[in-house]
């Protein structure tokens, strides 16, 4: 596992989100992009904390991605399909490569 693919994940996670928050007109939802943003400019050192608050926001994603899939269906428009139908698996993508990158071995 490598550090540049959850750079890659967290940059296209925030490129999805302001690409959403344009299309939607609603400058509030770009906020969500900012932890992906500061993951892909950070994630250079692969800490523990740093990749935990990335699993979580990555988590976040995939529930609001699912709520908003099962509420709307496919009828929608490209912003808001970008967001559930593309982004949620690459949250999901993202959550796993954090989760993965913070097994540390212990030592005995």
Avoid: E, H
């Avoid at 912003?79 to 796993?96: I, K, N, Q």
């Amino acid at each position: 596992m490598s550090l540049r693919q959850v750079r890659i994940l967290c940059a296209a996670l925030a490129a999805i989100v302001v690409f959403d928050a344009l299309w939607v007109r609603a400058p509030g939802l770009a906020l969500f992009a900012v932890p992906f943003l500061v993951g892909a400019r950070r994630a250079r050192r692969g800490t523990t904390l740093g990749m935990a608050a990335l699993m979580a926001f990555a988590v976040l994603y995939v529930v609001v991605g699912v709520n908003y899939i099962v509420a709307n269906g496919i009828d929608v428009n490209p912003g808001d399909f970008a967001f559930a139908f593309v982004g949620t698996p690459v949250a999901v993508l993202l959550a796993v490569r954090a989760a993965s990158s913070m097994k540390r071995p212990v030592a005995t």
